[in-house]
């Protein structure tokens, strides 16, 4: 199976200064489509998921563009440009698998808050 | 505006069942592929299965066999039936609009396994 990581785990960041979580995969992500569907989440405190950046770097409708995807393969990056204090809250990748099992794979999440 | 709304979460003892709802409201839910997604409190996400709008089904291996997703078109809600139930059930559930990625997701409905 697909095994997902992310670091750091946690991140303490000073308000306005940039912050860059990596996401890894133990397997290229290339969807028998030729595309990569990774995706990020947030999850504020007391909050459910939201969807961030979809295919590596679409922003969603509504995301800031302070949020930034990249990567490719086996290795991505979310950027945060300039973190507000509304950023804070754990932050996930996210794959869906066709083999060897149709599922979906959520790296382990990465805490982002103010120092 | 799309909003989904999990209802049916409560106490359950080791061995029982519970069936949860999730009524969407903004879109046909039979349109899409649904997901339900658990939350360990403090942890981090797990899907457990989908329905595709051509009624496929998958599941997780961890809940294949107990675990049932359905959905009534005519009420446009999902559901998941939860038999033989553990400890280890015990989470936040909630259901995910997508398959490649997931664009909205519910609030969540809180399920305790315990005696």
């Known amino acids: 199976d697909i095994v997902m990581t992310q670091t750091p785990l946690s991140s303490p960041v000073t308000l306005g200064q940039p912050a860059s979580i990596s996401c890894r995969s133990s397997q290229s992500l290339v969807h028998s489509d030729g595309n990569t569907y990774l995706s990020w989440l947030q999850q504020r405190p007391g909050q459910p998921p939201r969807l961030l950046i979809y295919q590596i770097s679409n922003r969603f409708s509504g995301v800031p563009d302070r949020f930034s995807g990249s990567g490719a393969g086996t290795d991505f990056t979310l950027k945060i440009s300039r973190v507000e204090a509304e950023d804070v809250g754990v932050y996930y990748c996210m794959l869906p698998t066709q083999f060897p099992h149709v599922g979906v794979t959520f790296g382990p999440g990465t805490k982002v808050d103010i120092k | 505006e799309v909003q989904m709304v999990e209802s049916g979460g409560g106490l359950v003892q080791p061995g029982g069942s519970l069936r949860l709802s999730c009524a969407a409201s903004?879109?046909?839910?039979?349109?899409?592929?649904m997901n339900w997604v658990r939350q360990v409190p403090g942890k981090g996400l797990e899907w457990l299965s989908y329905?595709?709008?051509?009624?496929?089904?998958y599941y997780a291996d961890s809940v294949k066999g107990r675990f049932t997703i359905s959905r009534d078109d005519a009420k446009n809600s999902l559901f998941l039936q939860m038999n033989s139930l553990r400890d280890e059930d015990t989470a936040v559930y909630y259901c995910?609009?997508?398959?490649?990625?997931?664009?909205?997701w519910g609030q969540g409905t809180l399920v305790t396994v315990s005696s």
């Open positions: 329905i595709s709008s051509s009624s496929i089904k």
């Open positions: 995910a609009r997508g398959w490649l990625d997931f664009d909205y």
């Open positions: 903004g879109f046909t839910l039979s349109s899409h592929t």
